[in-house]
């Protein structure tokens, strides 16, 4: 694609950035075929590449957004499944990114528009004030049939009252240092403790922990880390992501120079599409570039950094199915599609691909509030693609696909790490009620 950027604009790395993207795409239109909101909508402009044009006329010509471009690129769910069509390697996830950067710094939204994206932005990095959060809904969700007659304002309080949970589980969540149960230690490892994750389901890095123990490997949770910086990324707040990400890496830093670490171990793969990010995201920082690439290079999947390890024999299963639902930062944002399957069938479980498993469940970060009823049409479709496969269980590696999927069946849901933890001989998780 030729672009038109001028010798001053492309000074600024960003630019120049987007300029080498841009080159790279040759409009022959492969991605639109893979991209979830152009299948919904048929909108050219709602297409990876109708969204690059958008994209490169804004930077281009160095204008504010206007309400047209940010309309298409508030749909793009940044599931990155063009990418992974795309033969030409544009990096789409960059120039995405840098689109919600420029929106953020000059579209004037609606003022309800930016207290919501505030108070995202506020709330759910942090856990006490997230589980505060959900503490309320529970009042507002009695009510939650009459608000989607309060235009869009009322679909997005719809949307959060049916992603909260009910009620919270009360399991500890990991704890600080959890050393192998036996014999000489293999490795050691930080697991990111993550944000939402551990609030919702504290249950899925405690099974990583146990299952890393039984294996030999040292894991702990370093304690001044903070939200990898996704939803604040996704959010377009670039200074609050970036402040997260060099927070973080700081604080792996400071272990890596204390006892050393092996790998940091991620069990929400929207974070660790995020952190293997870093290197990129601070490249222009001197003080942490070569930090932060080094955090990138450790950073690994669960299932990554276990395929990397002598697995015992299972438990013996009988007949288990297992729709192993694909997260887009999976599959798309680290292209680990096979590996958790792989890991799943050796525990004994029989997994089933589902349909159509390129495309997003609709979760994709804050996007299930911020576009509900795409969302809800991405949700049901997943979910009836999921039935044709008749499973006893639904697996994934991603909380927000975890919370998504669940609230629309009653099929139970399962973190991949959880599986194995019980097939490798780890206690039965309550929800499993299986003969
Ligand atoms: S598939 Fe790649 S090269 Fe082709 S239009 Fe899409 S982004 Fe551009
Ligand atoms: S990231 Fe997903 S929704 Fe956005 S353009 Fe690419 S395929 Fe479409």
Redesign the pocket.
């Known amino acids: 694609?030729q672009t038109n950027f001028s010798a001053e604009q492309l000074k600024d790395p960003a630019t120049a950035e987007a300029d080498k993207i841009l080159r790279?795409?040759?409009?022959?239109?492969?991605?639109?075929a893979t991209c979830p909101t152009f299948a919904l909508l048929g909108d050219e402009l709602d297409s990876?590449?109708g969204r690059?044009y958008l994209i490169k006329d804004m930077l281009e010509k160095g204008r504010p957004a206007d309400a047209l471009t940010v309309k298409h690129i508030d749909r793009c769910l940044s599931c990155l499944a063009?990418m992974t069509?795309?033969?030409?390697g544009?990096h789409?996830m960059h120039l995405a990114d840098m689109a919600r950067v420029h929106i953020e710094k000059t579209y004037p939204r609606p003022l309800a528009d930016r207290l919501l994206r505030a108070l995202l932005g506020v709330v759910l990095p942090y856990p006490n004030r997230f589980r505060l959060a959900l503490a309320a809904t529970r009042f507002a969700a009695p009510f939650t049939a009459l608000y989607p007659r309060l235009g869009r304002a009322g679909q997005r309080l719809a949307a959060m009252m049916r992603l909260a949970p009910r009620t919270l589980p009360s399991s500890p969540a990991f704890p600080r240092s959890a050393p192998p149960s036996s014999g000489k230690t293999v490795a050691r490892v930080a697991i990111l403790s993550g944000c939402v994750q551990q609030v919702l389901r504290p249950s899925i890095n405690d099974a990583a922990a146990r299952l890393l123990a039984r294996l030999g490997i040292e894991a702990v949770s370093v304690k001044e880390e903070v939200c990898c910086g996704a939803l604040l990324h996704h959010l377009g707040k670039e200074a609050g992501a970036l402040a997260q990400a060099r927070r973080n890496v700081d604080v792996w830093s400071a272990e890596i120079g204390r006892q050393g670490l092996d790998a940091i171990v991620i069990t929400a793969s929207g974070c660790g599409t995020m952190i293997k990010d870093y290197g990129f995201l601070l490249r222009n920082d001197k003080a942490y570039a070569a930090k932060a690439a080094r955090v990138s290079m450790l950073a690994k999947d669960v299932t990554e950094f276990l395929a990397t390890l002598e697995l015992p024999e299972p438990i013996s299963l009988q007949g288990i199915t297992v729709a192993y639902h694909s997260a887009c930062s999976m599959q798309h944002g680290q292209k680990i599609d096979a590996l958790p399957k792989q890991l799943l069938r050796q525990a004994g479980f029989e997994v089933r691909d589902i349909p159509e498993g390129h495309l997003c469940c609709g979760s994709a970060g804050t996007y299930n509030i911020l576009e509900p009823e795409i969302a809800l049409r991405l949700r049901d479709r997943k979910i009836a693609n999921i039935m044709k496969t008749s499973p006893d269980l639904i697996a994934t590696g991603n909380i927000g696909c975890m919370s998504q999927i669940a609230s629309g069946t009653s099929i139970p849901l399962f973190h991949t790490v959880e599986l194995l933890d019980y097939a490798f001989g780890g206690p039965k998780p309550k929800e499993l009620n299986l003969p």
Request: aromatic share 10%; with cysteine; hydrophobic share 30%.
């Open positions: 694609m790279a795409c040759v409009h022959c239109g492969f991605c639109t990876p590449r690059i063009c069509t795309c033969p030409s544009v789409y």
